[in-house]
């Protein structure tokens, strides 16, 4: 520190102590009413009991405040929770009443050539999109034997918050598509089972000498088919076969042996993917139009027989498509049977 500011700093301290001194021997001389009590407030306020006090007091006004906050937070997070789901969920207007759709142009297009946005989307019958189907053919002169697919979005969800297990089926279609059949492999030991299933069409029989040659790729199959006794010795096959490997889930294990293979080998095997979708062939556009109908509603009839029918309808979206087509949506609730009906054929 230099010297000028030790010189400039003495007289300033000086000066400081002077004035304290001063101020307090007037004070305790001639001490004036209210600053006697600012005194007394202020020497008070040193007691240890009262200052204890003023701390209780401050803690639990503290501990108020915290607790009333924290019911403010419990009672938000419900509000909020509630909030997200609104936009989570999408906005459903109602429409009915309105000369025109919310956000569209019109209910329905004027010209053949529109905007698809503009316009709400068209769902037509059933019947009304494979005769769409079959003009479109006809219009772009494409294959007349090529495939007709179905494509499905289901709701796979049950009660608390469960839902239904993906799963693989064949149906047995009324009219089936395919010219020739399917093979199917018979797994069993038991000479007379043997014998009924040669007579019932297999492809191969034979038990656990089987294992090596299907691990090998020497013999394969579309379906494989077991009777329960002989389930045990094909553990080996799991990996390899995966969803092919007999279960009686899917049907593929029991002892009918001529049933199963009534249905395997010409049945049709479809399968849900993605979570909640299923994409089939069920016919061929030269079919009659009666037959491709009476084969799609077989294969809803067998989707949705995977739920509960109390749960609500199942199919959430149904399209249909050609090969060489554009994407029809439709109404899957046109083609399978009504509830009178079912209780009618059950009686």
Known sequence: MSS??????????????????????RTEESPRPDVRRCQVEFTNSLNPNIISLNVMIYIFNISLIVSSVRAQKKDKKPDAEKEEKKKKEKRVIDDTNRHKPFGKTAWAPVDDVYVLRHYPRTILDAADAVDMLKNFQALDFTDREQPVYVDLKLDMKLEKKKKVDLFVSTVHLPHPFKTG?????VFTEDADQVKVAQENGAFVVGGAELI?????????????????????KLTALKNKLRKKFPKSKRGSVGVNLPKMLNLFRSGHEYLVED???VRTQFATLDMPKDQILSNLQTVLID?????????????ERAIVSSQTSEAL?????????????KK???E
Not at 212 to 232: G, K, M, R, T, W
């Open 4 to 25: 000028f500011s030790r010189m400039s700093e003495a007289p300033a301290q000086q000066r400081w102590s002077d004035l304290h001194r001063s101020q307090t021997n």
């Open 181 to 185: 059949l399917n093979k199917v492999l």
């Open 212 to 232: 090596q040659p299907i691990l090998d790729d020497e013999i394969s199959a579309d379906f494989y088919v077991a009777v329960p006794e002989i389930l045990p």
């Open 275 to 277: 979570e909640r979708y």
């Open 303 to 315: 989707v949705c027989s995977h739920r509960p029918a109390n749960m609500g309808p199942f199919i």
């Open 329 to 341: 949506w439709f109404r899957s609730e046109g083609v399978l049977p009504k509830p009178a009906e």
């Open 344 to 346: 009618d054929e059950d």
